[in-house]
């Protein structure tokens, strides 16, 4: 299992910041992976499922 930042996360979804955490917030999302006090991770292949996922619904 792969983690990825955050700024790899924007780069990879094309999405903003704000749109990530929204989306988590909201359950639309994968949530982060605490790795310590202020720092967050995501799954990568979490990631690149809900990616699957919006090309299957397009």
Not at 1 to 24: A, G, N
Not at 36 to 45: D, I, N, P
């Amino acid at each position: 299992m792969q983690l990825i930042k955050l700024k790899d996360v924007i780069s990879k979804t094309c999405l903003s910041r704000s749109s990530i955490y929204d989306y988590v917030d909201r359950g639309l999302f994968p949530k982060p992976v605490k790795l310590g006090a202020r720092s967050v991770a995501w799954v990568l292949c979490e990631v690149d499922e809900w990616i699957d996922e919006r090309i299957k619904q397009r």
